[in-house]
């Protein structure tokens, strides 16, 4: 077993039903953590220390008492900073929402506190969600716990950051094109983008209402797999505020589904070239899924280059003037780095009604397209990224420039297009010691499968590695 702060949830769950551990001592020691690397982490916006203990406190009078309340009960969670936590500030790391204090919690915080999760606090984010690095006038700048000088990612990159580093035992991001998987990428954690509807994103800013609100996603992340889905498995389910939310009941799959799964490695030249390290860990992957058992070829995906293209098409020249429209006038309250994005985003014409509604249809027949061409392989394993984290502040939306957004994150892009779920999971390194995470693609709601052989793929791989802050 794991000791603090690195313990897994399943591990630490047993502990507290034996009284070996109190949930009282285990929040403490994760506010104690807190404390100690905030200065340098920059993880969190706020915590709320006093609500965590009260309600470790209300735990441990259960436990005593012979209860046992909930299948999270006594463990301490955080949340990204565009997710409601009733009376905590919810800035999405935007001046413009620094007074914003929500009376009512998001349906998935609902979820969490009704198994007996305890919240500790809400983490960094860039303004808006928009960017993969994690740096905002509310907050400033979240580095990597592997390496300070390198970025943790974005836009949940403060909750990959806390996670990996000990200050939470898991937590939930959101996902538009790759914010949760890349920062578990880069910090060498595990994230799961679910399929658009599969988690109920009520309470979540921005809403996912709108002709495009199948983009982005909530989901959680963890240090494991197997604590990856403990958290799926009680935050998944609709909601009526959820226009895309869907009845999928949760699934339970036998380890013996793994043995003779059918198993793509995509080879695709639309989505750039990958570091020598990244292909080695791509290589690692699928031996070890070979050896599990599972049928193991390349697969090449027609049409992904259009993917992209039509994923920025919603991502940048849409949502851009989305934003612009709502700030204008407030431009001097931008952050730098949503001012960039928008530079880039609202380049080219004026959009039209015509142009939009085609784009939709395409990317409807497009998601058809893929499906048929994956047949009958049920997971494609790819890169997250073509490269580890970059270093702080060299990141770009500039199509071709060194650490470019557009040519390095394209193989999550494709998935926020086309609807397709996503995990990231660790597996090997790069030549600066960074963490460099594969990615397992999944058909629509078939997460449950995704995780299964996330769970089978860390075991063989071998024990999580802490980064070394």
């Known amino acids: 077993m794991a000791a603090f702060p690195y313990s897994t949830i399943a591990e630490t769950t047993e502990r507290l039903k034996k009284k070996e551990i109190s949930p009282v001592e285990l929040v403490q020691a994760h506010l104690r953590r807190i404390e100690a690397l905030q200065p340098r982490l920059n993880a969190f916006v706020h915590v709320d220390g006093e609500s965590a203990l009260a309600r470790a406190r209300a735990t441990e009078s259960a436990i005593l008492r012979g209860e046992f309340p909930g299948v999270l009960a ?7 900073s565009n997710i409601d936590v009733a009376g905590w500030p919810c800035p999405a790391g935007s001046l413009l ?3 914003y204090v929500p009376s009512t919690n998001a349906v998935l915080v609902e979820r969490l506190e009704a198994q007996g999760a305890i919240l500790l606090g809400n983490t960094n984010v860039p303004e808006f969600l928009m960017s993969y690095e994690t740096d905002s006038l509310i907050q400033g700048k979240t580095p990597n716990p592997w390496n300070l000088d390198y970025s943790a990612g974005g836009s949940s990159g403060g909750e990959a950051a806390a996670i990996a580093s000990g200050c939470s035992m898991g937590g939930v991001g959101s996902d538009g094109g790759g914010s949760i998987r890349a920062p578990a990428h880069a910090c060498g954690i595990c ?9 109920a994103a009520t309470g ?3 809403p996912g209402s709108g002709a495009f609100g199948w983009l982005g996603v909530v989901g959680p992340l963890a240090r494991t797999a197997t604590d990856l889905r403990l958290l799926f498995e009680v935050i998944a389910g609709p909601d009526p505020g959820d226009a895309r939310s869907v009845p999928v009941p949760i699934r339970k799959i036998s380890p013996e589904r793994i ?17 020598p390290e990244t292909t080695e860990t791509m290589r690692k992957a699928a031996s070890l899924l070979t050896g599990l058992g599972c049928v193991v070829e390349i697969i090449q995906l027609q049409k992904l280059d259009r993917a992209i293209e039509l994923w920025w098409f919603f991502f940048g020249p849409v949502i851009g003037r989305l934003i612009r429209k709502n700030v204008r006038g407030k431009e001097n309250l931008l952050s730098p780095g949503l001012q960039a994005y928008l530079e880039v985003g609202l380049q ?11 784009a939709c249809s395409e990317r409807d027949l497009l998601r058809a397209d893929v499906m048929r061409q994956i047949g009958e392989n049920r997971i494609v394993l790819s890169p997250v990224s073509s490269e580890p984290a970059f270093p702080n502040g060299a990141g770009n939306f500039i199509a071709g420039a060194p650490h470019s957004f557009r040519d390095t994150m394209r193989y999550c892009q494709w998935l926020n297009l086309l609807g397709f779920p996503g995990l990231s999971l660790p597996m090997g390194e790069s030549k600066e010691k960074l963490p460099i995470n594969v990615q397992l693609i999944g058909r629509p709601y078939d997460e449950e499968l995704l995780l299964a052989v996330a769970e089978a793929l860390e075991g063989a791989r071998g024990p999580w590695q802490a980064p070394p802050i």
């Open 348 to 358: 080219g014409p004026e959009l039209t009604l015509e142009s939009f509604m085609d």
């Open 97 to 99: 929402r620094k007074d």
């Open 191 to 199: 994230g799961l983008k679910p399929t658009p509807g599969r988690v």
């Open 74 to 80: 006594g463990i301490p969670l955080s949340m990204k």
């Open 259 to 275: 043995r003779g799964l059918r198993v793509g490695i995509l080879d695709s030249s639309a989505l750039g070239t990958a570091t």
């Open 204 to 206: 979540h800013f921005p």
